[in-house]
Nanobody
Framework: QVRLVESGGGLVQAGGSLRLSCAAS????????MGWFRQAPGKEREFVAV????????TYTDSVKGRFTISRDNANNTVHLQMNNLKPEDTAVYYC?????????????????WGQGTQVTVSS
């Protein structure tokens, strides 16, 4: 059974940085894309970033471009999200997910794989 465990969230002031990590287990992910989503209070979950199976391609939502960087370590089945210059509007619970896709723009993750997420709170 696939299990995704997110970590690294916390409380940070605007302009600060955090590095999120997600450990995947229970499956083979070397050919899957891995990505991050977030859900703010009262809002729907939204896509943040995705990375291809070999790390060669990445896609970001417009609001985080230039501030967030996604990376992965296939040897350890982990995906990271380096978040710099954080803004109060980045406050949300962040979730990772994995799924096979040939087009990163269509990455939605797998509905059976959602973990508990990690809370990121950015104060102004």
């Amino acid at each position: 059974q696939v299990r995704l465990v997110e970590s690294g969230g916390g409380l940070v002031q605007a302009g600060g940085s955090l590095r999120l990590s997600c450990a995947a287990s229970g499956g083979a992910f070397s050919t899957d894309s891995m990505g991050w989503f977030r859900q703010a209070p009262g809002k729907e979950r939204e896509f943040v970033a995705v990375i291809s199976w070999n790390g060669a391609r990445t896609t970001y939502t417009d609001s985080v471009k230039g501030r967030f960087t996604i990376s992965r370590d296939n040897a350890n089945n982990t995906v990271h999200l380096q978040m710099n210059n954080l803004k109060p509007e980045d406050t949300a619970v962040y979730y990772c997910n994995v799924a096979y896709t040939s087009d990163l723009r269509t990455f939605r993750g797998d509905d059976d794989y959602w973990g508990q997420g990690t809370q990121v709170t950015v104060s102004s």
